[in-house]
């Protein structure tokens, strides 16, 4: 072998030998790179993982929030129909008592509304027509241990049951259905109370 044979064979092993090293670093860049890039990948899919169960879990929190609320809406309305329920069956009970009972109930309400003054009392047709014998002179004699009068009527067609009276330019409803409207508020909470605690 010639010295330039021998020449060109340690440049060529040189070389190699330095070509095997790049190639060595090139693979072991690309594995580095690669790893990173696994790595960096990885960390997406655990972030878009993470967001997608957070929005699934605010998802499922918003429907079961919205069925929750729903359903307390649902039971409210029903709670109110039963209260509303109770007091039409109140109203009705007592326009519907016996005519002994409901009558003294129209005079206690007259002796809590009466005036020391001369006034109309406005009863309906149907009252006007179903009164104890009695009812007037006990109302006549309420109005005057008051200091008033009472004058009798059956003209006004807004009185379907209780009364109204009528002391000038001054009025008291006591119709059993504005005496439950005139309450409500206080009749809604002791029947919520009474029906579920």
Avoid: W
Avoid at 15 to 20: C, G, P, R
Avoid at 179 to 194: T, V
Wanted: net charge negative; charged share 35%.
């Amino acid at each position: 072998m010639s010295g330039l044979d021998k020449i060109i064979e340690e440049i060529g092993a040189s070389a190699k030998a330095e070509a095997d090293i790049i190639l060595q670093k090139a693979d072991q860049y690309c594995e580095e790179y690669m790893a990173n890039v696994k790595k960096e990948v990885q960390q997406e899919v655990e972030h878009f993982e993470k967001n997608a169960e957070a929005q699934r879990n605010l998802y499922r929190e918003k429907t079961k929030s919205g069925a929750g609320f729903r359903e307390r809406n649902a039971i409210l309305k029903a709670k109110q129909q039963s209260v509303q329920e109770v007091l039409k069956r109140a109203g009705e009970k007592l326009e519907n008592l016996p005519e002994n009972e409901y009558f003294d109930f129209l005079t206690r309400l007259l002796e809590k509304n009466v005036q020391p003054q001369n006034g109309i009392i406005f009863f309906s047709e149907k009252d006007m027509k179903r009164m104890p014998e009695n009812f007037k002179a006990r109302i006549e004699n309420v109005a005057k241990e008051k200091g008033g009068q009472i004058e009798f009527s059956s003209d006004r067609a807004d009185v379907e049951n209780g009364f109204v009276l009528v002391y000038g330019e001054i009025e008291e409803n006591c119709r059993i259905k504005a005496l439950f409207e005139a309450d409500m508020g206080r009749l809604k909470d002791i029947a919520n109370r009474k029906l579920f605690g």
